[in-house]
């Protein structure tokens, strides 16, 4: 299936294009080169020299622009070579193909569709996540072996978590929640509500008495095509829920090729907010969840499936799915949109 | 080539599968979960869950059915799901195909094709190995690079063992022997026998006189697909026969996919039965000419061959390749005559 | 696109091919076994054994002969079959292509194409870098992931040493040279040439007074395929040429696939010949340009074209182009003529 073009994808923590260095990934199946100018600005351009072929990414930055490593071609921002060491003139043929990039709560968002498009009052938003102090908040990357759309089905259908994180975030409330879907815009919120029910194991150590029974909630919102905001509240069942313990936390799945993904998470609280101990537990927790718990089985899973089409192998759909289902339904509607519009602005 | 169903094949050695505990297997290309239920008796499914497509073995056995491990459904022998923890009733398409599995002999055979045709009574007989004490025995198996017929060839065709195996149980009597072949039925047998020369180094040292001359003799007994009994007896030149060294071997290949195979093979033999250093010995020997010398032959053929039909590369063949022959034109005749029945059957 | 057939090739360094040891290489996607008769002659045979279809390098040399390991068939460096232990015959069949091989200036030089048409007279002639004395000589074989034709283009281009080995053989004096080309029969000659220049790093070392002036030129001399020699002068700026440091190097690139090729360089001079220490480490120079400069630039370049026809992608070509343009245009005109030939040859 293709991909949506005309969207923001996250391309990268902003923090990890750094001042002189070029940070290098594919992204829907091209290369691309990510650096930032002398005023801090970010540039991303097509990881591809148009004299040999070379990966750009091989060279140096070299001020605004960035040098081939082969025979040093200089491109900048824009994607226009403006050295030519070989010839007084430049070849108006020598340029590279650049992408709208914009930075925004510490997130690097790539535009890979038409550029007249990109409508930067949708950018995703993720202030609340950017506002947490340092000692209340976490991020990680993980590079995994399947289709991002695998990462939102898993993300939309925690009730996973009860059999594959059962000593950690898991515990068999999501399971019994029976979750709610409704439709925001182009959003898919999906909640999983569960009153006089057991915390899981990672949260009921921060109870005021552990193994009390708790009102636990969480409210996934999904975002095309693979950018997901969770909102979760655990609080003791006779308690106001505005004073239970609350974290937003952000999984965000870009797609490296048809197989492959980035899989960006951040994890941020409102209680304890200055126990840097607190934070590096749940990173841990989190990190040994994604890397040794989700990512082996979305890879047997995407191995065993052959294709990124789930409803052609049809499967045997559960209560459990439907928010998943729906984010799938609605991101392929997106795509046959964008495909039947980009058919006709092409004459035939 | 397409594999011939309808036939028993050899899934594991029956102590493989472990009460309460899960082994997968890819068989003739297809993913199989193997498991006991709480009486003991085997079980194999198709080892891929029908609601989101994750392998069962990454799952855990729950009493006398196993459980996804992703989402938690559980099936039970027969494929059919028993439990669904996201609701209360249980969507009928939920099931899982089962296969036919019998335990004999130590082994666990499994019938890959229309379960309506397995007919117990046709199950390879391995008593004779079966019975001999476990200091008179060893068993192995190894995941070899070839496709299952390169296996039966080997094993067919005993001269390679005056080459590739020329430290061990080669040594020039095969070449010398100028092989028999006969057919009996749906097995092929073919006889290697000469008198009056050297016993070969592995079985010199259990000679009353190392270096006497002998009468070697052995017996191949192949049947489909690629199971073999190999019955050896070596005496001193003029002793009777039933006073020789015997050995009963199996040699056993089972399809992995078409280019690789599952390789089992047992060791016995009927002299010094109690001596445990023999047995160890013989086990090395073994295990080191099926790892570092048939294995890595195999591999290189099965590269250069880049093909599973022999035939279509018209092979200049040898008179010791009779046997060999024989198997595989039987083979391929038994493959093409179930194609035939399956066109027969489906109507067009 | 084809390899050009009727070409000698280097198939390898003369001693890698050691009295009573195989070589085996792949080449023009061909596997080939080589050794050496009694007498010394080389031989070259394709790799596979034409009964059972294995390498026939995984065998031994057994007098002028090579028996297969397998079952003990013997070829001869014609290819004929000249021992079957296993028949009191020889099955006419049973034959090995063999191919014409050549050991000139320490190289064997193997013709891929038909035998009839391999001419001796046209060997590339290497004499000059063969007569230098050992201490004053070095020689390399490096496996590239790329396709031969790049490797050419690297060497013919040699302005991609002032970008990619600026510490060693670049330093700016290629780019500013602005080449000459010229074609002299079946060859392109490239000429790098500036006066009143800096020498490279790895020279400049041995010049009379280290960072003087001088004239700086190397000619690259091309023959199809990817057949190259470098000869290099750099000369005190107010100094004859004769009296300046003079080297002669040879590239070699011989395809292995379409996709990965054997690169042999040869490093020769005619200053300090008795210094081994200069020897040591000019070869420890050249070694690291080659495996960790040059060889992941072209494996990524190779990746990122994934095909062979560099003029299909439309590249944008530079003044410094012009030898590598001219070379890739001849080998492919050769290649053309030589397919064009072939259909002429073959009845319809």
């Given at each position: 299936m ?8 996250m ?24 650096f930032?100018r ?12 148009p004299?040999?072929?070379?990966p750009l ?6 001020g ?5 490593g082969?025979?040093?071609l200089?491109?900048?921002?824009s994607?226009r070579?403006?050295?030519n060491?070989?010839s007084?003139?430049?070849p108006s043929?020598?340029?590279v ?20 498009l ?5 950018l995703?938003?993720f202030?609340r996540?950017h ?5 209340a ?11 991002y759309?695998?990462?939102a089905?898993?993300?939309?259908d ?21 979750p ?8 898919v919120h999906?909640t999983?509500e ?6 899981p ?6 109870m ?6 708790v009102?636990?909630?969480t409210?996934v919102h ?9 909102d979760?509240?655990i609080?003791?069942?006779?308690d ?19 197989t ?9 609280r409102?209680f304890c907010?200055d126990?840097?101990e ?5 990173q ?5 969840a994604f890397?040794?718990?989700d990512?082996p089985m ?8 052959e294709?990124?089409d789930?409803f052609?192998?049809k499967p045997?759909?559960?209560p459990?799915?439907?928010?998943a289902?729906r984010?799938?339904?609605?991101l392929?509607?997106m795509?046959?949109?964008?495909q ?5 602005q092409?004459p035939?």
């Open positions: 293709p991909f949506l073009e005309n969207a923001w994808y391309a990268a923590w902003a923090d990890e294009i750094k001042p002189g260095e070029m940070l290098h990934r594919k992204l829907l199946n091209r290369p691309i080169v990510f930032r002398s005023d801090m600005q970010l540039a991303a351009l097509h990881d591809l020299c004299h040999r072929f070379v990414h091989l060279g140096r930055v070299k605004d622009a960035i040098e081939c082969y025979h040093g200089q491109f900048d921002c994607g070579c403006v050295a060491p070989h007084d003139t430049i043929a020598a340029r193909k650049s992408y709208v990039i914009e930075e925004k709560d510490g997130i690097a968002w790539i535009w890979m569709g038409e550029p007249s990109a409508d930067r009052t949708r995703p938003d202030s996540l506002s947490a102090p340092p000692s908040g976490s991020r990680g990357y993980l590079r995994t072996g399947c289709n759309k695998l990462i089905d898993n993300v939309m925690l009730s996973h978590a009860d059999f594959v994180h059962s000593d950690s975030v898991g515990g068999g409330a999501f399971t019994r929640a029976r709610q879907v409704a439709e925001h815009g182009d959003e999906i999983w569960c009153k006089h029910d057991s915390a194991p990672a949260y009921d150590r921060h005021p008495e552990p193994g009390q029974p009102h636990f909630r409210v999904w975002q095309a095509p693979a950018i997901m905001h969770l979760i509240t609080t003791p069942q006779n106001p829920q505005s004073e239970g313990l609350r974290t937003d936390n952000a999984h965000i799945a870009t797609p490296e090729t048809e492959t993904s980035h899989y960006f998470y951040w994890l941020t409102r907010v126990d840097e607190i934070n590096s537990r749940r841990a927790i989190m990190h040994n890397s040794n718990e990512e979305l890879r047997a899973q995407q191995q065993a499936m294709t990124d789930l052609a192998l045997v759909l559960l459990s799915d439907a928010g289902v984010a799938r339904r609605k392929e509607q795509i046959r949109d964008e039947a519009a980009r058919r006709t092409t035939t």
